[in-house]
């Protein structure tokens, strides 16, 4: 094993840990942690043995390893934008809820002359 391969997969792991101990992991949901963890363990088995991307590539009808990498990354990178864009929306609704409820809270009775 070379240096570089060392330094990717301490890398990929500091990112797991990172991923795994932020602040909203509570309300983060099961399946999305599953992911990461199985996104880690196939980088680093892609780090250690490179021919064998090409060989799952080939078998899948993909030219090289290498595309294949790419587009696994192409598809990750959507679900990352698409669920960063669904929580955002959500976060959107939630603050439009509590602006309302604190405007109804401050609400007057208009004065009757």
């Known amino acids: ?7 990717l ?20 949901r099961a399946w999305v942690k599953l992911g990461y ?7 680093v088995y892609a780090i250690v043995r490179p021919d064998d991307t090409t060989i799952v590539a ?3 009808g993909v030219a090289r390893g290498a595309d294949l ?8 990178f959507l679900f990352t934008t698409i669920s960063t864009y669904l929580r955002f929306k959500d976060l959107e609704l939630r603050y439009a809820q509590l602006a309302r409820s604190i405007a ?10």
Do not use: C, H, K, T
């Open 1 to 7: 094993m070379n240096w570089i391969q060392v330094l």
């Open 9 to 28: 997969i301490a890398s990929v792991i500091v990112l797991l840990v990172y991923l795994l101990r932020s602040r909203r992991s509570a309300q983060a």
């Open 37 to 43: 963890v199985l996104f880690v363990v196939a980088a």
């Open 58 to 60: 080939n078998w899948l």
């Open 69 to 76: 990498i790419g587009y696994a990354l192409i598809v990750a």
């Open 104 to 113: 109804l809270d401050g609400a007057r009775a208009p004065d009757e002359r």
